[in-house]
T-cell receptor, first 109, second 114 residues
Framework: EDQVTQSPEALRLQEGESSSLNCSYT??????LFWYRQDPGKGPEFLFT???AGEEKEKERLKATLTKKESFLHITAPKPEDSATYLC??????????FGTGTRLKVLA | DVKVTQSSRYLVKRTGEKVFLECVQD?????MFWYRQDPGLGLRLIYF???????EKGDIPEGYSVSREKKERFSLILESASTNQTSMYLC?????????????FGSGTRLTVV
């Protein structure tokens, strides 16, 4: 069964304290892995798509990496405005995404 | 800036009412989706549409229906609202049916059924 597990469920960091969020997945024939950011009361905002193991993408303080079993979202020197829930999703190329339940990140000033 | 617009941010409806949630996208995307999001359960697909007047059931279609009369508009209908349909509803669109380039989501509608 296709599955996505994100860890930790919640993470509190001090401003400037780098860390990583994990997304472990099981899917038959990965066609894409996606990271989204979601602010409270709003819809998810697209961050990255990763297509194959070894791929990396960066955007400001965020860097996403992909292996055959998991993806990491590395946050370097986070700021309070990086506080959000980060969602991971995978697709095997059908219409269907499998979403994780997210990691709630809080960055303290 | 491309957008998916959901007509209401917050709605409160009574049990048994028929509820319409509207979604409009301006990206000329063929594919549109309705999800609900609940704490601890993540996002779950209700229905999707890959063309005008076409619809497909997702994982949890019971109690819902959809309408897509125009390419840019995708409506979710709760035929007879129940308290277990209290949730955050998210509309999304994608360029490809497979969505391998990612979805664009709307801001969501927080529906409370009392």
């Amino acid at each position: 069964e296709d599955q996505v597990t994100q860890s930790p469920e919640a993470l509190r960091l001090q401003e400037g304290e780098s860390s990583s969020l994990n997304c472990s997945y099981t899917v038959s024939g990965l066609r894409g892995l996606f990271w989204y950011r979601q602010d409270p009361g709003k819809g998810p905002e697209f961050l990255f798509t990763l297509y194959s193991a070894g791929e990396e993408k960066e955007k400001e303080r965020l860097k996403a990496t992909l292996t055959k079993k998991e993806s990491f979202l590395h946050i370097t020197a986070p700021k309070p405005e990086d506080s959000a829930t980060y969602l991971c999703a995978v697709t095997s190329g059908t219409y269907k995404y499998i979403f994780g339940t997210g990691t709630r990140l809080k960055v303290l000033a | 800036d491309v957008k998916v617009t959901q007509s209401s941010r917050y709605l409160v409806k009574r049990t048994g009412e028929k509820v319409f949630l509207e979604c409009v996208q301006d990206m000329d995307h063929e594919n549109m989706f309705w999800y609900r999001q609940d704490p601890g359960l993540g996002l779950r697909l209700i229905y999707f549409s890959y063309d005008v007047k076409m619809k497909e059931k997702g994982d949890i279609p019971e109690g819902y229906s959809v309408s897509r009369e125009k390419k840019e508009r995708f409506s979710l209908i709760l035929e007879s609202a129940s308290t277990n349909q209290t949730s955050m509803y998210l509309c999304a669109s994608s360029q490809t049916r497979q969505g391998i380039h990612g979805y664009t989501f709307g801001s969501g509608t927080r529906l409370t059924v009392v």
